[in-house]
């Protein structure tokens, strides 16, 4: 079966512009959750979403947002980026319930300049 | 507030020799425990998924074990292979579902 699927793979944008990240998570998922990867700080939760309803969400400015449409596919959108923004952004897929077992994709590498 | 950290940091061997990666948890109340692996550039590939009502898990030349009470886990490599290198992240969640990772443990495995 088809893993998570995120797009685009690589993003180049200038400072205060935004960006919409997506996410399409494996068939029959209904949790879609993601996490910020960079060298300093590691992987960090931004938010997850169970059907169409965010569920739980990390220590993140309001600038990052995201949402979650009724075949489960995710957007996440950064507004007015800053440099410290670039990142691997990733996506993963759960079931919903136990034993809340994560599937991730490849990521979208965001690079802010 | 959970914290997961992996000792070591970086790891180097020779090929065909047996291995451990350590992690350890400050919150022994967690769901689950999963180890994951991510090359270069890549996602994270899952390994191992233990519940917080097992022991162990066995996947080939893997083997992750986990104690609770004294908020541990290891992963066991057997027989590494250069194909093994990669960084390797173990993370434990609660019934939020909400992952909290390690840092990583970066391992070299050399022919």
């Known amino acids: 079966k088809a893993g998570v699927t995120q797009t685009p793979r690589y993003l180049i944008k200038t400072r205060g512009q935004q960006v919409t990240l997506s996410c399409s998570p494996i068939?029959?998922?209904?949790?879609v959750s993601w996490y910020q990867q960079t060298p300093g700080q590691g992987l960090q939760f931004l938010f997850e979403?169970?059907?169409?309803?965010?569920?739980n969400k990390g220590n993140f400015p309001g600038r990052f947002s995201g949402r979650q449409f009724s075949n489960s596919r995710s957007e996440m959108n950064v507004s007015t980026l800053e440099l410290g923004d670039s990142a691997l952004y990733l996506c993963?897929?759960?079931?919903?319930?136990?034993?809340?077992?994560?599937?991730f994709g490849s990521g979208t590498r965001l690079t802010v300049v | 507030k959970q914290e997961v950290t992996q000792i070591p940091a970086a790891l180097s061997v020779p090929e065909g020799e047996n291995l451990v990666l350590n992690c350890s948890f400050t919150?022994?109340?967690?769901?689950?425990l999963q180890w994951f692996r991510q090359d270069p550039g890549k996602g994270l590939t899952s390994l191992l998924l233990?519940?917080?009502?097992?022991r162990e898990q066995t996947s080939g030349r893997l083997n992750a074990s986990l104690d609770k009470s004294s908020g541990r886990s290891t992963l066991y490599i057997a027989a590494s292979q250069p194909g093994d290198s990669a960084t390797y992240l173990c993370?434990?969640?609660?019934?939020?579902?909400?992952?909290?990772f390690g840092q990583g443990t970066t391992l070299q495995v050399k022919p």
């Open positions: 993963a897929s759960s079931g919903g319930g136990a034993p809340y077992g994560y599937t």
């Open positions: 068939s029959g998922h209904r949790s």
């Open positions: 979403y169970f059907s169409e309803t965010q569920r």
């Open positions: 919150d022994s109340a967690i769901y689950n």
């Open positions: 233990i519940q917080s009502s097992q």
């Open positions: 993370a434990v969640s609660s019934n939020t579902g909400k992952l909290i």
